[in-house]
């Protein structure tokens, strides 16, 4: 018989932010089926107990727990988008504003193998060139699987993880070492990895001579996390953040700007950034847009850029689709008000069609325009009752303008609407998530009292 997992499950949550997936689960109860024999333990109960303890037996059991439940996952250069972004705007925009003190501090966030931290590594050796040695730079890795780490110090990669490097690439900062590929020693000497967990160890963490960090990147982490907890921890990120530094997620990973941080919109993507510093911090061109501003949840909100890096697509005549998908590339190209008459245009010519106010509501949030955003939401709701995006959405803006009132009864409407999702159903505007996923977060974002509502709700359906 398998043991009860649910309590380790728990710890596991509150220990490290981590909730499993099914196979992983599967995993996990395999695992501890092994160690109940090899510890002479009898039931889950007891395991969960040795977990709780404060000995040096639960704290190896905790290393090799984790080492089994972390997904490590990555590769050098991981998302071409971000890291033209880092190479093309923000590692230049932070040297030309660490040039005074010669002093730059990263921070990798779940390094996991330390693919990232290397690869940032290498891009600020050849940024830097042959002023490298006349500058100190503080490139830290941390993560909470202790063997990814040696991995990570090891600075030794299987064929794998270059799977988006040009060979020349590799055949530059790298030699040969048996079946492996060895990252050059002066390359490995920028770097330092340490163990380090996000919900307990983060608020700890502090830059070399006790400034903050000038970038954070924390990618592919926080997607693993309980949603519930990963506002707090982006939170906890930008505050260790020098004045004018940035904290880089994985696209969605994060879905409101964390406290007290800006959003910088960008071609290749949404970085944060703690406001502050000499206005020479700027990326420039990059428009920056207050922090309290929402966007659509789970959608990449429109690139402020205004020049295209692509040549821009003609709008297409016709099709009320290609209408539509004109009018989203040229949001997507920050040329706002192009994609506005285009809804304008879709809507004169199809008066209950609701894609055009979702839309006009995602311009709206970009320029600013808070009440034109609220306009344009109920316009949806009531062409589209059922739209729980749009709920959600106006939720936040009302929460952000201090009416909670307002803002939990709309989330409680949206709520109630999840109720007739079977849990595993993604909802339309939230990519990647489910029904149950939602759920959870909202319910936890809302409080107890709001969570028996809704269970009372879905139980009385
Ligand atoms: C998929 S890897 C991402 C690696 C790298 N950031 C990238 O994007 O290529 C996720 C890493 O997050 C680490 N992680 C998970 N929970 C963590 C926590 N609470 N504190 C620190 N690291 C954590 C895992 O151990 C794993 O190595």
């Not at 037996?57 to 972004?85: A, I, K, N, P």
């Not at 608020?203 to 990618?219: E, N, P, V």
């Amino acid at each position: 018989m398998k043991p009860d997992i649910q309590e380790i499950t728990e710890l596991i949550r509150q220990r490290t932010g981590l909730v499993l997936c099914a196979p992983q689960l599967e995993h996990l109860a395999e695992r501890i089926q092994e160690r109940l024999g090899t510890l002479r333990l009898h039931d889950g109960g007891a395991y969960a107990a040795l977990l709780r303890s404060q000995t040096a037996v639960s704290q190896q059991e905790w290393r090799s727990l984790l080492t089994l439940l972390t997904v490590g996952e990555s590769y050098f250069f991981r998302d071409q988008g971000q890291f033209r972004l880092l190479r093309q705007r923000l590692l230049p925009a932070l040297l030309e504003r660490c040039r005074a003190t010669r002093t730059l501090r990263i921070w990798s966030a779940g390094c996991s193998t330390g693919e990232e931290l290397h690869s940032l590594a290498i891009l600020l050796w050849e940024l830097l060139s042959s002023e490298a040695a006349a500058w100190d730079v503080e490139l830290l890795g941390t993560d909470l699987n202790a063997q990814a780490l040696e991995r990570a110090r090891s600075g030794r990669y299987g064929e794998w993880s270059f799977r988006q490097v040009a060979p020349q690439v590799r055949a530059r900062y790298f030699q040969r070492h048996r079946t492996d590929w060895e990252l050059l020693p002066e390359i490995r000497a920028m770097v330092h990895f340490q163990a380090g967990n996000l919900v307990q160890d983060a608020a700890r963490l502090q830059a070399r001579g006790g400034l903050g960090f000038d970038l954070i990147l924390c990618r592919n982490v926080l997607i693993y996390f309980d949603p519930a907890m990963v506002p707090d921890i982006a939170s906890g990120l930008g505050e260790r953040l020098a004045p004018g530094g940035y904290l880089m997620t994985g696209h969605a990973e994060v879905l409101r700007p964390p406290h007290g941080l800006l959003i910088v919109l960008e071609e290749d993507g949404v970085v944060y950034q703690r406001p502050g510093g000499q206005g020479s911090k700027q990326v420039p061109a990059g428009p920056q847009v207050a922090a309290t501003r929402p966007h659509r949840r789970g959608r990449r909100p429109p690139s402020g850029v205004e020049v295209a890096v692509s040549p821009p697509l003609p709008a297409k005549e016709g099709s009320r689709v290609n209408a539509l998908e004109a009018a989203r590339s040229a949001a997507d190209r920050g040329a706002y008000e192009e994609a506005r008459q285009l809804c304008e245009h879709l809507r004169a010519a199809e008066p209950m069609g609701v894609s055009p106010h979702r839309l006009l509501a995602e311009l709206a949030m970009a320029c600013g325009d808070i009440e034109e955003a609220k306009t344009q939401l109920k316009r949806v709701l009531y062409l589209a009752p059922r739209d729980v995006a749009a709920y959600d959405c106006l939720a936040s803006l009302y929460a952000d303008e201090g009416k909670v009132e307002r803002a939990a009864t709309l989330r409680q409407a949206a709520l109630e609407l999840l109720a007739d999702y079977i849990p595993d159903a993604e909802v339309e505007g939230f990519p990647g998530g489910t029904a149950a996923t939602l759920r959870a977060r909202w319910e936890a974002e809302a409080g107890p009292q709001t969570a028996i509502v809704a269970g009372h709700t879905r139980g009385g359906r």
